[in-house]
């Protein structure tokens, strides 16, 4: 059984990429700081058996579709609340964002906030963000650290190359990165925890209140080169 004792702050469209960064020189997070760990305490995938892992979207939408082809997928993954699908265009990589909530994606989870992200300039999928947020309460915060768990042990378990996957590494005071790994495609499975646990958030007396736990899980095709909009050399 794993054990997380922590915090969490949340994103929309690519913010992995601050998460990326911050990791090639964060340090590991240590036990009593609130990390991850197996029962053995170690931090490391054990070797497995079998073809290796892939990272091709999530559920029926994979990347490379167009947004058409994602609306008939998301119809077929989730046909009880596709009708609350809603579409935006983020305000600076210009990429469109189409986004339902999922109720009880694992069982007794609450709901999910799920984003499919295309890019800029191709108009196809290159990036799912899966969302669980705290309430704020003990409970709701016991939910997202056992959401977490439980998908640290999932993917632990999947046959990545050993040299691309990172476990338990804390990027900042309350954010850990509970798991990264990568395909041989350099396809990338990123899962994020977030924010400030309700007793901590009790203990502020002064200042503007800390967020709620926080899980954002990215499934995301190319970290990077991503497709987003940039002003172009010269422009400005």
């Avoid at 990326?20 to 931090?43: F, I, M, N, R």
């Avoid at 947020?133 to 056992?146: L, Y």
Wanted: with cysteine.
């Amino acid at each position: 059984m794993v054990i997380l004792a922590i915090w969490l702050m949340g994103s929309c469209g690519l913010a992995w990429r601050q998460a990326a960064t911050a990791e090639e020189s964060a340090p590991k997070a240590e036990a009593e700081q609130g990390a991850v760990k197996d029962q053995s305490g170690k931090d490391q995938a054990s070797p497995h058996v079998g073809p290796p892992a892939t990272v091709d979207g999530f559920r029926q939408a994979r990347f490379g579709m167009s947004e058409e082809q994602v609306r008939q997928a998301i119809r077929r993954d989730f046909p009880t609340v596709a009708a609350k699908l809603t579409s935006a265009v983020h305000a600076s990589e210009k990429t469109t964002v189409l986004s339902l909530p999922v109720a009880d994606l694992l069982p007794h989870t609450g709901t999910a906030h799920i984003s499919y992200i295309f890019g800029y300039h191709s108009k196809q999928l290159i990036q799912v963000n899966i969302v669980w947020s705290s309430d704020g309460s003990t409970a709701g915060d016991e939910t997202v650290v056992g959401t977490a768990n439980s998908l640290h042990d999932y993917f632990i378990s999947e046959n990545f190359q050993s040299t691309s996957v990172v476990v338990n590494r804390q990027l900042a005071e309350n954010a850990i990165l509970v798991f990264r790994a990568s395909d041989d495609r350099k396809r990338t499975i990123l899962l994020l925890l977030s924010g400030v646990a309700a007793s901590a958030r009790s203990d502020e007396k002064k200042g503007p209140r800390p967020p709620p736990l926080t899980l954002e899980l990215s499934y995301i095709e190319d970290t990077a080169h991503p497709d987003v909009f940039r002003i172009g050399q010269g422009q400005f």
